[in-house]
């Protein structure tokens, strides 16, 4: 009865052994599916390679990037017909914050340089523009010239000399006028300049034309100290006004579109600084009331 019973004990195992024994097969070979698939071989009887394209190399570069160097255009060199009237301007602004007049008044001859191929137009800007800078510069090279060094320097000095007039009262003869107020009504001019410059840079397609832009600029900059005859004359002769294209062209010749107007801003840019300066320079010496 023994033998018996340890026989059916033994043969109850071996039937429960065997399913047993299956799953634990299953099991293994299901992790060795798994671990295959995660590591990339293509059998763990292999040894294991991953599947793929084989890793990207990178070089490593030695030293830190660099950007490409803007390229300036020729129209802002040297010999540019932008640049000719920007960097005499640049450097009348001293950095002691004072305007240095003759720097300033190369400037304004480079600019009426560019206005004045753009037709007969400019010759209400251009003519007496050019008149006050010869004024200015006979000061500038003159016997007194000393005190003409810099806007603060013949500020004070006239001041000092009893040379200024009296604010809102024209002088008798304009040629008389002090070398204060002459700088002022350039510097009136130089900001319809610089207005009218930037509006034509910045214009969007479809946009006002060039004369009615640089119109705005003189109502803006001028027309409130222009006697209402000059006003009138002025409105006729912005109807003239030559286009944008015409503009470009002589600002950057040989540039694109984008290139000219871009170079035109930041000779609108370089002109605004002078103003502000200058503005500052005549607002804390009472000058800005001069008629």
Known sequence: MGVALL????????????????????????????????????????????????????????????????KEPPCEGPQGVLGRVMEPFRASLNPEGDVALSQYLAGWRALVRFLTPLGSIFAFATDE??????????????????????????????????LLERPGVAPRDPARSSGSRTLLLLHRALRWSQLCLHRVAAATPGGPDAGVQCGDAYRTALAPHHPWLVRQAARLAFLAFPGRGRWLGLACPGA???????????????????????????????????A
């Open 7 to 70: 026989t059916q004990v033994s043969r109850r195992c071996f039937r429960h052994a065997i399913p047993l024994a299956v799953l634990s097969l299953l099991l293994l070979y299901l992790c060795a599916r798994s671990f295959r698939v995660v590591s990339g071989c293509r059998s763990w009887a292999q040894s294991c390679n991953p599947e793929g394209p084989p890793p990207v190399q990178v070089r490593r570069q030695s030293g830190p990037l660099e950007a490409p160097k803007w």
């Open 129 to 162: 523009a050019s008149a006050k800078v010869t004024a200015l510069e006979a000061r500038v090279h003159g016997p007194e010239a000393a005190h003409y060094s810099s806007l603060a320097a013949m500020a004070a000095w006239e001041r000092r000399a009893g």
């Open 256 to 290: 694109g579109e984008a290139e000219a107007r871009a170079a035109l801003a930041r000779a609108a840019a370089t002109l605004e600084a002078v103003y502000n300066r200058t503005q500052g320079l005549l607002a804390e010496r009472g000058l800005l009331g001069l």
